[in-house]
């Protein structure tokens, strides 16, 4: 049986900043500031973090840095993200610009809105394993698209070192065994994925192997001499296209050649004195944390206490997962309505919270012009910044635990599970336990509703933070907690992401809330009408800001050296 709320964890999405891998992997922490203090890394691993740092003294930038940064943790962390799964990219580039690159997975041609149901019913292990659950994979489009238009270092020199890691081999940590060890029924179903990821008895590696993976490194050099073509029209589609014939996949070679990235206008908003940059639909994640944020400013958490402030917080939550559910979706396909994150709409949103009780939420809610004032057509986080200006938020995935399970045969590439974000049907929950409509549903190249949530916070004209998470579902409400507790509340950085956590989507309507938070909040919200279920330490934020003197901070996911105990 599915347990949604583990399954939160089950998806550690990637949030890191990072380059270059040496023999010097374990020098700095998961997060890092450089020696010149010109540039900010963090990352969920330290050979990611010491790559990052590398990049920068060699000259790159922080387009650079994250680049290579995600294609490190594609070895380090592949059971989060890699070059099978996709990503958002958000970039505040020195210039002022801000861009939002979309580089989603696509559903292949073949897809069709019924292709997972079977006598009349959903099979939902059909969007979670095997051939039918990936969609096409996007990052080393993006990757290539990023390098060519504002790094300093050419594309091949960040995907080398990156391969050189997967040939030499690296230590497993205690996180990923633990992933290795929940999947390896399902991992010995794949030869390719069982050749890697198990030992000659089919059983999972233990903490501390060393985990080589020189198909990998073959791919990872291809691509470097080929560029993006090798991946998209070469050797790797055509691997990928046979595998897909043999296993009753959908994909096709054309599949692969006709993938496109889509470049889309960012979600601006205010909080505050803050001007907001998130990313637009296909990510749910710019809109909503937008939309709670604007809903929050309605109340002075300063002076509220620790227990109605999340009070507040998972009512604003409710509110726009029940907004998501009805109205999220690729905007290339569906009606997304801009008017979700309206002033006028998030005030008359917070007009129906209850400052002391919870309140059932029906259904969604009608924003203004919802017919007429549509976005435009067209899980690891990454966080990267530098002196010259130039800010860049990634959030990339395969989705679940080793996305789709499968690694293809001869690639080492772990392939993603994506279409399991898609609506198998209408109301039918996924992996995550969240419901979609038709907005989200299963049409031939469109790309499946995300919480991805780069984020991007400008102040007078400047840069002052940039956060993402990791985590299913719970990244809008991570990310929105860690702007909260920093710009709002005062915390330090470090002190704003380790900060207990309440997560609301609506359905179901629970307040999910970690075992740290004290006895006494957890009564006092109780006692407000919310029925609250008890998770561990979840999630996976990374961020940087800027001090009171303008120096760079750097800090990851505090949570992760208790999971790596």
């Given at each position: 049986?599915?347990?949604?709320?583990?399954?939160?964890?089950?998806?550690?999405?990637?949030?890191?900043?990072?380059?270059?891998?040496?023999?010097?992997?374990?020098?700095?922490?998961?997060?890092?500031?450089?020696?010149?203090?010109?540039?900010?890394v963090?990352?969920?691993?330290?050979?990611?973090?010491?790559?990052?740092?590398?990049?920068?003294?060699?000259?790159?930038?922080a387009?650079?840095?994250?680049?290579?940064?995600?294609?490190?943790?594609?070895?380090?962390?592949?059971?989060?993200?890699g070059?099978?799964?996709?990503?958002?990219?958000?970039?505040?580039?020195?210039?002022?610009?801000?861009?939002?690159i979309?580089?989603?997975?696509?559903?292949?041609?073949?897809?069709?809105?019924?292709?997972?149901?079977?006598?009349?019913?959903?099979?939902?292990?059909?969007?979670?394993?095997?051939?039918?659950?990936?969609?096409?994979?996007?990052?080393?489009a993006?990757?290539?698209?990023?390098?060519?238009?504002?790094?300093?270092?050419?594309?091949?020199?960040?995907?080398?070192?990156?391969?050189?890691?997967?040939?030499?081999?690296?230590?497993?940590?205690?996180?990923?065994?633990?992933?290795?060890?929940?999947?390896?029924?399902?991992?010995?179903?794949?030869?390719?994925?069982?050749?890697?990821?198990?030992?000659?008895?089919?059983?999972?590696?233990?903490?501390?192997?060393?985990?080589?993976?020189?198909?990998?490194?073959?791919?990872?050099?291809?691509?470097?001499?080929?560029?993006?073509?090798?991946?998209?029209?070469?050797?790797?589609?055509?691997?990928?296209?046979?595998?897909?014939?043999?296993?009753?996949?959908?994909?096709?070679?054309?599949?692969?050649?006709?993938?496109?990235?889509?470049?889309?206008?960012?979600?601006?908003?205010?909080y505050?004195?803050?001007?907001?940059?998130?990313?637009?639909?296909?990510?749910?994640?710019?809109?909503?944390?937008?939309?709670?944020?604007?809903?929050?400013?309605?109340?002075?958490?300063?002076?509220?206490?620790?227990?109605?402030?999340?009070?507040?917080?998972?009512?604003?939550?409710?509110?726009?997962?029940?907004?998501?559910?009805?109205?999220?979706?690729?905007?290339?396909?569906?009606k997304?309505?801009?008017?979700?994150?309206?002033?006028?709409?998030?005030?008359?949103?917070?007009?129906?919270?209850?400052?002391?009780?919870?309140?059932?939420?029906?259904?969604?809610?009608?924003?203004?012009?919802?017919?007429?004032?549509?976005?435009?057509?067209?899980?690891?986080?990454?966080s990267?910044a530098?002196?010259?200006?130039?800010?860049?938020?990634?959030?990339?995935?395969?989705?679940?635990?080793?996305?789709?399970?499968?690694?293809?045969?001869?690639t080492?590439?772990?392939?993603?599970?994506?279409?399991?974000?898609?609506?198998?049907?209408?109301?039918?929950?996924?992996?995550?336990?969240?419901?979609?409509?038709?907005?989200?549903?299963?049409?031939?190249g469109?790309?499946?509703?995300?919480?991805?949530?780069?984020?991007?916070?400008?102040?007078?004209?400047?840069?002052?933070?940039?956060?993402?998470?990791?985590?299913?579902?719970?990244?809008?409400?991570?990310?929105?907690?860690?702007?909260?507790?920093?710009?709002?509340?005062?915390?330090?950085?470090?002190?704003?992401?380790?900060?207990?956590?309440?997560?609301?989507?609506?359905?179901?309507?629970?307040?999910?809330?970690?075992?740290?938070?004290?006895?006494?909040?957890?009564?006092?919200?109780?006692?407000?009408?919310?029925?609250?279920?008890?998770?561990?330490?979840?999630?996976?934020?990374?961020?940087?800001?800027?001090?009171?003197?303008?120096?760079?901070?750097?800090?990851s996911?505090?949570?992760?050296?208790?999971?790596?105990?």
């Amino acid at each position: 049986m599915h347990h949604p709320a583990r399954s939160y964890l089950a998806s550690l999405f990637v949030s890191l900043v990072l380059v270059f891998a040496t023999s010097a992997w374990a020098e700095v922490d998961y997060a890092a500031v450089s020696d010149d203090k010109q540039g900010a890394v963090a990352t969920v691993h330290p050979v990611a973090t010491q790559a990052g740092i590398n990049a920068l003294e060699q000259g790159g930038n922080a387009i650079d840095a994250a680049i290579a940064a995600a294609l490190t943790l594609g070895v380090v962390d592949g059971h989060n993200s890699g070059i099978g799964g996709g990503l958002f990219a958000l970039v505040y580039w020195a210039d002022g610009r801000v861009e939002a690159i979309d580089a989603r997975e696509m559903a292949p041609a073949k897809a069709h809105r019924d292709m997972y149901v079977r006598d009349g019913k959903v099979d939902k292990s059909l969007s979670k394993t095997g051939a039918l659950a990936m969609g096409i994979p996007g990052s080393v489009a993006a990757f290539e698209y990023l390098s060519k238009k504002g790094g300093k270092l050419e594309f091949s020199q960040l995907l080398l070192p990156a391969a050189d890691v997967a040939e030499q081999g690296f230590a497993i940590d205690k996180i990923y065994a633990k992933r290795i060890a929940r999947h390896v029924k399902t991992l010995q179903q794949y030869p390719g994925s069982a050749e890697v990821l198990l030992n000659g008895e089919g059983q999972a590696w233990p903490a501390g192997h060393k985990l080589v993976q020189k198909d990998l490194a073959e791919t990872y050099r291809g691509i470097a001499r080929d560029g993006a073509a090798y991946f998209y029209r070469g050797e790797f589609a055509k691997t990928t296209a046979e595998w897909m014939q043999a296993n009753q996949g959908l994909i096709s070679r054309e599949d692969f050649a006709n993938y496109h990235l889509a470049i889309r206008e960012p979600v601006r908003s205010q909080y505050g004195d803050y001007t907001l940059y998130g990313f637009p639909p296909p990510s749910s994640g710019g809109v909503h944390v937008a939309q709670i944020l604007q809903m929050l400013s309605h109340f002075d958490l300063n002076k509220a206490d620790e227990a109605k402030r999340y009070h507040l917080l998972g009512e604003a939550m409710k509110l726009a997962f029940a907004d998501r559910a009805h109205w999220l979706g690729d905007p290339d396909f569906a009606k997304v309505p801009r008017g979700l994150t309206d002033a006028g709409y998030t005030k008359e949103l917070a007009g129906m919270i209850n400052t002391e009780s919870a309140t059932a939420v029906a259904s969604h809610h009608q924003p203004p012009n919802a017919d007429v004032d549509l976005f435009g057509k067209h899980t690891t986080h990454i966080s990267a910044a530098d002196k010259a200006g130039n800010w860049v938020a990634i959030t990339t995935t395969v989705n679940t635990n080793f996305g789709s399970k499968v690694i293809i045969p001869g690639t080492g590439v772990i392939m993603n599970n994506q279409m399991d974000d898609f609506s198998a049907q209408p109301g039918v929950p996924n992996a995550y336990g969240l419901v979609g409509t038709e907005a989200n549903s299963i049409q031939p190249g469109k790309r499946p509703l995300s919480s991805m949530s780069p984020t991007i916070i400008v102040k007078d004209k400047r840069p002052v933070m940039t956060v993402g998470a990791a985590g299913g579902p719970t990244i809008i409400t991570q990310v929105v907690q860690a702007i909260v507790n920093h710009l709002t509340l005062g915390k330090p950085l470090y002190d704003a992401i380790d900060t207990p956590r309440v997560h609301q989507q609506w359905k179901p309507d629970r307040l999910f809330v970690e075992g740290k938070m004290p006895a006494q909040t957890k009564q006092a919200l109780a006692s407000k009408g919310h029925q609250l279920k008890t998770m561990g330490p979840y999630g996976s934020t990374t961020a940087i800001a800027v001090d009171n003197n303008g120096e760079f901070v750097a800090v990851s996911e505090p949570r992760l050296r208790v999971r790596n105990r």
